[in-house]
């Protein structure tokens, strides 16, 4: 009897655990399905056709060689468009473009839909551009994109820098003069509106690939001439209207 009933024991605990592991046992989970897609910007940046490299010798628009070492500039409130009506609104998303790599950068994401317009401002918002950059994330941060020695100015828009041929030898070198120019106030706000066709999907990435022209950037600026321009002054104005007309939108 005593070894009937410890087999009986032994048998009850055994089924007790089999039960207990088969009720915690956690049942798989069901994929979700996607209700949004993702939306990027692809800059790319050219000297005409041509890719654009940072350091090779160019052109300015009065004839004179330069060689440019920095082209950054900031990107934000992209908006997508459908018939005239907003269909995805990137209010929060900024991009910090970079001549110094061609970059995919998200924007965002929003609802399944077809667009047939896009608007892209050049600069910042008055709020964003006048806030502390020692409390923003990336790319806000960077301390070369803000006026630190002046902060009512804000960010500067657009950072363009080099040297200019100053002999007419056609050879750009360490002894020939900079050139700088920044970009900045909320004057300087640019939008960038175009005519362009896509569709958000369900779980899908849809790619704006945005070519900067830079030779048309520099059209009409004579850099020896004006080799400096801070804030809002003539050259800066032109330039942040030539950098509208610089991008495209493919």
Known sequence: MNDLKLIALLTAGTLSITACKKDSATPPATPSTPTTG??????????????????????DGAGHAVQFSALKFFLSETHLESGGNVIADFHD?????????????TVGTAAPGSFDHVEIVIGLDSETNHADPTLAGAPLNDPSMHWSWNPAAGYKFLVLEGRVDDDGDGVVDAADPEFVYHCATDDALRTLSAAHEGTITAGGTISMHVHVRV?????????????????????NIQLMDNLVNAMEVE
């Open 93 to 105: 998303s900024f991009i910090l473009a970079d001549a110094a790599e061609e970059a995919s950068h």
């Open 215 to 235: 030779n048309e950037l520099v059209n009409g600026v004579d850099m020896l001439a004006t080799p400096m321009g801070m804030g809002y002054e003539p050259v």
């Open 38 to 59: 993702t939306v990027k910007i692809n800059l790319g940046y050219h000297w005409g056709v041509p890719e654009f490299v940072l350091g090779t010798t160019y052109t």
